[in-house]
């Protein structure tokens, strides 16, 4: 009989680090109106900070600001704008400043993904998802910046671990994670002597988010059609994982971490032979096929 996993408890980081450590400090958080990235705000915010969430669809960043505040009691301002466009993230930081006064913290968080072989690959998607992701992350950087130097704040770059090897159907997101990596070591060492940290977190699979589900194979029931590994931890990864450790790396006890890239899967990276290729077979199976067509009527 197989050994059973030892999995490790979820502990929230109100289990770990004090409620105030955050007070008056201010959050820019871009994507934050679902998924992973409304978690690592709500994290901050736990702990006392207030933030600003950016993302293209209005009323779902609004109704994610409004739940935030409810659990929190702390201040979530939603902003409507385009990482694509640099002049829009200029202007939700200009909004961040006249509702907060300042910025400490920055999440590097919006992101598109579908999956696609290089040879269904137009220009123009390949594109869309570098422009999102990375320059995305450019754009929000260089925005942000002249408040992050003022409170010797620090950025978190949200990648992934795909791009760590050849991940098939995934070129364009394989390229802007790897992109993000990079860009990240380069603030870190540019911006170092200014007091200002950055560095990545690289989730693995996180369980119960809308990126996983589209990026999961399952047929017309639901049922999984590639069984996922469990990771050697012996569990999926949370949206509270990645909160917490959000917490953890903004917080003062990792002021020496900078320019890191910190990977956060439950050591999967280590043993992962198939989370994404999946088999042509699969991508052909009428159930998946009709799945990933209804996500992408869903997406924002
Ligand atoms: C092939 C596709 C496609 C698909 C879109 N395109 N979906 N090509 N297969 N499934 C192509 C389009 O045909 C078009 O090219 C180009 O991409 C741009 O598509 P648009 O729909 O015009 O762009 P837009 O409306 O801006 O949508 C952006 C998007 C979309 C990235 C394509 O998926 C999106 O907005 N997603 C946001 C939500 C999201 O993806 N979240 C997941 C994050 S999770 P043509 O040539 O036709 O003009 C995540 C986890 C990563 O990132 C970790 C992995 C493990």
Redo the contacts with the bound molecule.
């Keep these: 009989m197989a050994p059973t996993p030892y999995v490790q408890p979820v502990s929230k980081s109100t289990a770990v680090f004090k409620d105030d450590i955050f007070k008056g400090k201010v959050l820019f958080c871009t994507?934050g109106g679902s998924?992973?990235c409304k978690g690592m705000t709500e994290a901050v915010m736990r702990h006392g900070a207030n933030a600003t969430i950016v993302g293209?669809k209005f009323d779902r960043l609004t109704a994610a600001a409004k739940e935030l505040e409810s659990l929190t009691g702390q201040v979530c301002l939603p902003v409507q704008a385009d990482v694509r466009k640099p002049e829009s993230i200029r202007e939700a930081v200009r909004q961040t400043i006249e509702k907060f006064g300042r910025i400490d913290f920055v999440i590097n968080g919006a992101?598109?993904?579908?999956?696609?072989p290089i040879d269904?690959?137009?220009?123009?998607?390949f594109?869309?998802?570098i422009e999102?992701?990375l320059f995305g992350s450019y754009h929000t950087i260089k925005a942000t910046l002249p408040y992050v130097r003022e409170s010797k704040g620090a950025y978190i770059n949200v990648s992934?671990?795909?791009q760590y090897h050849g991940?098939a159907y995934?070129a364009h997101?394989s390229a802007a994670?790897a992109g993000i990596d990079a860009l990240n070591r380069v603030v870190a060492v540019e911006e170092g002597p200014r007091g200002v940290r950055s560095n990545v977190l690289a989730?693995?699979?996180i369980s119960g988010?809308?990126?996983?589900e589209?990026?999961t194979a399952t047929d017309e029931n639901g049922q999984l059609l590639v069984p996922h590994e469990p990771a050697p931890s012996g569990r999926m990864g949370t949206v509270e994982d990645c909160g917490s450790f959000t917490v953890f790396l903004f917080s003062e006890v990792a002021s020496y971490a900078s320019g890191g890239i910190f990977v956060l899967d439950g050591a999967h990276e280590n043993i992962r032979n198939q989370?994404?290729p999946y088999p042509e077979a699969v991508l052909d199976a009428e159930g998946f096929k009709k799945k990933?067509a209804q996500a992408?009527e869903k997406?924002?």
């Design positions: 994507g998924g992973i293209r992101a598109g993904n579908f999956l696609a269904g690959l137009s220009e123009n998607a594109r869309t998802v999102i992701d992934t671990t795909i991940t995934q997101v994670k989730p693995g699979p988010t809308e990126g996983m589209r990026l989370m994404v990933l992408q997406i924002d």
